[in-house]
């Protein structure tokens, strides 16, 4: 089993519609979620980040997490063509171990 | 502010050649990281370091490869001799503190091909 794991699309979603991309983890000792766009090409974006249970909203950007069935989530909305991208989730254990831990990510493609 | 830096952004060696890749964190940052993603797998952990320091480096593959961090500024990631299986994209990223969810902010990378 993959420490995390993503769906690796690729995801395709009409413009303005509501882009859900999920992701799980294996290490209940997970404490801090982060969920980063890629350009192809580019460095990695962190776009949000989550510590706690339940949802973060960060204008079209909502993270959501769920510890006790170890799933994180992100839900883009009015998706607009430039949201095409990966997206990437990546998850720390705890302080002291700073290492990220990735997914292989999710290609999202918005249609116009 | 300038971001994470990496030089070179390409580099194609032959098998048992010698590369090296550099990274200038962010200015402040003392936490420097090296990830790989090697094709159609995920970004993987390499190594970090805190000012000078190796902090963690359980991610290096093997003893070819080897990192240095002088004056705790710029890091440089050795690879001697490259072989085929070091092909892939190398990321550096940095951070300010080691505070529980401290962003880290990366670099484009550099696209290493063995040939």
């Known amino acids: 089993q993959k420490e995390v794991e993503q769906n690796s699309g690729p995801l395709s979603v009409p413009e303005g519609a509501i882009a859900s991309l999920n992701c799980t983890y294996s290490d209940r000792g997970s404490q801090s979620f982060f969920w980063y766009r890629q350009y192809s090409g580019k460095s990695p974006e962190l776009i949000m980040s989550?510590?706690?249970?339940g949802d973060k909203e960060d204008g079209r950007f909502t993270a959501q997490l769920n510890k006790a069935s170890q799933y994180v989530s992100l839900l883009i909305r009015d998706s607009q063509p430039s949201d095409s991208a990966t997206y990437l989730c990546?998850?720390?254990?705890?302080?002291?171990?700073?290492?990220?831990?990735f997914g292989t990510g999710t290609r999202l493609t918005i249609i116009p | 502010e300038a971001g994470v830096t990496q030089f070179p952004s390409h580099s194609v060696i032959e098998k048992g050649q010698t590369v090296t890749l550099r990274c200038d964190p962010i200015s402040g940052h003392d936490n420097l990281y090296w990830y790989r993603r090697v094709m159609g797998k995920e970004i993987k952990f390499l190594l970090h370091?805190?000012?000078?320091?190796?902090?963690?480096e359980s991610g290096m593959p093997n003893n070819r490869f080897l990192a240095e961090r002088t004056g705790g500024t710029y890091s440089t990631l050795k690879v001697q001799p490259a072989e085929l299986e070091d092909s892939g994209v190398y990321f550096c990223a940095s951070s300010q503190g080691q505070h529980v969810g401290q962003p880290q902010h990366f670099g484009d990378g550099t696209r290493l091909s063995i040939l």
């Open positions: 989550i510590y706690s249970n």
């Open positions: 370091f805190v000012k000078e320091s190796k902090q963690d």
């Open positions: 990546a998850v720390k254990l705890n302080f002291g171990n700073e290492k990220l831990t």
